[in-house]
């Protein structure tokens, strides 16, 4: 059932439900086990955070920052200062210096929660700049303070300024204070435009996108949660939240690369992803199938083939499929398809929410064949998370972002741009009223950017407004769309589309390194550099084959006609990508000048060129 107390008091009022059941597991990276954290200890540790933060001075409405990998101590954390009226600004954990100088100074903030190492000494360097910051709180006992450091403190030694409850009347007078309005959290947009953004979250905001997912997603207390996704993410953030509502156990992973490792320890019941981890996913078995032997393989593709038909075709759309069909789908479902998903660690499925960027239609359908129920769905910062998903109760469509949920109204604007209003959306981002009037309009609609539109009740979208390209022969073009049709292939890594101001499309593409190796050696060329590999003009025509396979449907003037094989990926370190990945186009224009314009003049150069225009 689930529970719509508000943030301030909602652990507490979980613990009394559910006592000493277990609400966190967390990994042990000492004695490898998974520890667990009941909802009665959860509440005690956010009682003391609170009587912490009013030890230190914190105030009404004071920011402070979480900068961290998922950790538990971040929901004390969080949850402590919902009780006090305080606003936590996540810091994604890879941040750089300069992004949380310049997060601290935007903020005005005074205390920095530090997770590891990296987090500390970036923080360190940052404090020791002059700035609004005066003090960090590390949650890692193994953290080694700078020698010159007298005033951070450690976590425990935090909590201990909240033992013995002298503060506790001035937290309940805090709490009882709370009003809808009140800031909650500042989250930081990415940024993939250069310019990072703090998107104002309420208490209002949370408390109804929470109420408006009640009925929506079939949460219940016996589903365990792996968290994966940053708590940074609006995603993750909004979901665990909705989780901790529906007294789910939520099992915090707290190193991104962990997380196939801890699919297969936790087996989640559910589990919030982007597209990103799905075509991870879909590669790999596919990869698999096709070094089967021809019986497995056989038995693989049937398999698939029966549970397309069976989920896609039938179940998806309200409709029973026929007996023969349930009875071969139910022999697959308890032999292939179960030990692919026990690989997996997937055995105990329930549902799994995936949105943050376009799932490509090969890899959703892969998923729902598996009897996986991905619920697709749309959403941003700036809306506390969903504007839409998938009902199974209702029609499900490929390539759809689902239904709009009852709290939000949306129409289109120019350019089919899609606009929001509601309890949900945010009112402006941080001390930055130009920004918010430019995205907000006087009527109250926040526009998104995203184009798309609306058929049979689901929502579809088509492309960023924004990032369309237009040819220099007039033609638009929809990078993303293409991307994410392409992206499926085993061999492609990541792909950047460049269009814009050019005569015919052409690609950047970080291709999978050993598996192109691999490739390459079977038609005898042997590389021993990821540069040589890029660079061999048999391979770069093997991958050019493999592009034009799956561009067929696009028309002549989508349609990539030049690539280039990179000998590196794309770089968080170097300002390619943002902090959740997506890349940042115009760096990689800049970075990648001289390979760009190197395609276009061979196109210029050669005989064809008719053919490429």
């Known amino acids: 059932m689930l529970n719509k107390s508000p943030l301030p008091v909602l652990i507490h009022d979980q613990a009394r439900r559910y006592g000493n059941c277990v609400a966190m597991r967390y990994r042990d990276y000492v004695s490898g086990e998974w520890k667990d954290i ?6 005690q540790r956010v009682r003391q955070t609170s009587n912490a933060m009013v030890a230190l001075g914190v105030g009404e409405q004071e920011n402070m920052a979480v900068f961290s990998q998922n950790m538990p101590e971040g929901m004390f954390v969080d949850f402590g200062a919902y009780g006090i009226r305080a606003v936590t600004i996540p810091f994604y954990a890879t941040s750089s210096e300069m992004q949380v100088t310049y997060m601290v100074s935007d903020a005005r903030i005074r205390i920095i929660f530090v997770g ?34 007298h005033v951070s403190i450690y976590f425990d030694e935090f909590l201990d300024l909240g033992c013995g409850l002298p503060f506790q009347e001035e937290v309940q007078r805090r709490t009882a204070a709370v009003v809808p309005s009140d800031l909650a959290n500042i ?20 408390g109804s996108a929470i109420k408006a997912h009640d009925g929506v997603l079939p949460l219940t207390e016996k589903d365990v949660v792996l968290n994966f996704l940053p708590f940074t993410h609006v995603f993750e953030r909004g979901w665990s939240y909705l989780c901790l509502a529906s007294g789910c156990t939520m099992a915090v992973n707290l190193h991104p690369e962990d997380v196939l490792q801890s699919m297969r320890e936790i087996h989640p019941t559910c589990m919030c992803a982007v597209p990103r981890l799905w075509e991870k996913v879909y590669a790999g078995v596919q990869e698999r199938i096709e070094k089967s032997l021809p019986l497995q393989r056989k038995l693989m593709q049937d398999a698939l083939a029966v549970g397309r038909l069976y989920n896609v075709k039938y179940r998806m759309r309200g409709l029973v499929p026929p007996v023969p069909l349930r009875v071969k789908y139910a022999f697959y479902e308890k032999t292939v398809i179960a030990i692919l998903k026990k690989k997996l660690g997937l055995e105990r499925a329930h549902f799994f929410p995936t949105a943050g960027a376009a799932v490509p239609e090969k890899v959703e359908e892969f998923v729902h064949s598996v009897g996986i129920m991905m619920i697709a769905g749309y959403g941003l910062t700036e809306s506390t998370a969903t504007v839409s998903c998938d009902r199974w109760n209702k029609t499900v469509s490929l390539g759809s972002v689902g239904r709009v949920l009852d709290c939000v109204e949306i129409k289109f604007g120019e350019n089919n741009e899609v ?27 926040f526009h998104t950017g995203d184009a798309g539109y609306m058929k049979d009740g689901e929502l579809y979208l088509t492309d960023r407004i924004k990032d369309m390209f237009k040819t220099s022969n007039g033609k638009y073009i929809a990078p993303q769309l293409l991307e994410s049709k392409l992206c499926v292939d085993k061999f492609v890594d990541q792909i950047v589309v460049i269009a814009e101001g050019r005569k015919f499309v052409s690609a950047l593409i970080v291709p999978q390194y050993e598996l192109l190796r691999e490739a390459a050696r079977e038609y005898g060329i042997d590389c021993k550099t990821n540069a040589e590999l890029c660079a061999h003009p048999r391979v770069v025509q093997f991958m050019m084959y493999r592009i034009d396979t799956l561009q067929q449907e696009f028309a002549h003037y989508e349609k990539i006609k030049k690539i280039t094989l990179l000998p590196e990926p794309f770089s968080l370190e170097r300002g390619e990508l943002t902090n959740t990945l997506k890349v940042r186009r115009a760096v990689l224009n800049d970075h990648y000048s001289t390979q760009i314009e190197k395609m276009y003049e061979e196109a210029n150069a050669c005989t064809c060129d008719k053919n490429v225009e």
Do not use: C
Not at 117 to 138: C, H, N, P
């Open 38 to 43: 009941s909802w009665k200890t959860f509440s």
């Open 116 to 149: 590891e190492q990296y987090q500390y000494d970036t923080a360190f360097r940052v404090l020791k700049q002059g700035s609004t910051l005066e003090k960090l709180v590390i949650f890692d006992r193994n953290v080694r303070k700078n020698p010159e450091d």
């Open 187 to 206: 989250l930081y947009t990415s940024g993939t435009t250069g310019l990072s953004k703090g998107v104002m979250l309420t208490h209002l905001m949370y």
């Open 419 to 445: 606009l929001l209003r509601g309890d949900t959306i945010t009112k402006g981002y941080y001390r930055k009223a130009e920004v918010t009037e430019l995205s907000i309009d006087k009527e109250g609609w």
